[in-house]
């Protein structure tokens, strides 16, 4: 019975958005995301695809971070820096997560969540913020294990309901 190959090591890096293949890992990834069940279910548009990079340069709290299988790009988290009012300090929101399915449970988006970890507290950030489908069972354990949580401000009053109002 033939070994099965021994897992690559994973990298991530620090998007430089300034670079082409960073950007083409980053478009195509999220694109992926785009397409899977647990995104949009379909690819981005081309309007999308022609905005992403040059939106994501130009806002002013962008953080983009990609892992890598060898060369291959597999994983990528598109982050924003925020404020916490409450403790009047930075946060990260995670705003995309993704993994290439063809990746999953190899430990990406633990690296991912570890990359983006360790730049928020450089940053001197309090927390790290994210939002996933309440069926998204697999990256919901991811986040578990890394230590996320539902959010609640004092015991009783609830739990954070996350919210959206599309704008035409």
Not at 91 to 115: E, F, I, K, Q
Request: net charge positive; glycine share 8%.
């Amino acid at each position: 019975m033939p070994t099965p190959p021994a897992p690559s090591a994973i990298r991530t890096v620090q998007a430089d958005l300034q670079q082409p293949e960073h950007q083409a890992a980053v478009l195509a990834l999220v694109d992926a995301y785009s397409r899977d069940p647990m995104g949009d279910g379909a690819p981005l548009s081309p309007a999308a695809r022609v905005r992403l990079i040059p939106g994501l340069r130009q806002h002013p709290t962008t953080l983009v971070f990609l892992a890598y299988d060898g060369d291959t790009p597999v994983g990528v988290a598109v982050c924003f820096v925020g404020f916490s009012t409450f403790a009047a300090r930075p946060l990260v929101n995670l705003h995309d997560v993704a993994v290439l399915p063809t990746h999953r449970g190899r430990g990406v988006g633990r690296a991912l969540l570890a990359a983006v970890e360790a730049q928020a507290r450089e940053l001197g950030c309090c927390k790290l913020t994210l939002e996933v489908l309440d069926q998204n069972h697999r990256a919901l354990r991811t986040y578990t294990a890394a230590g996320f949580k539902r959010y609640a401000l004092q015991p009783g009053t609830g739990e954070a309901i996350f919210l959206t109002k599309p704008l035409p």
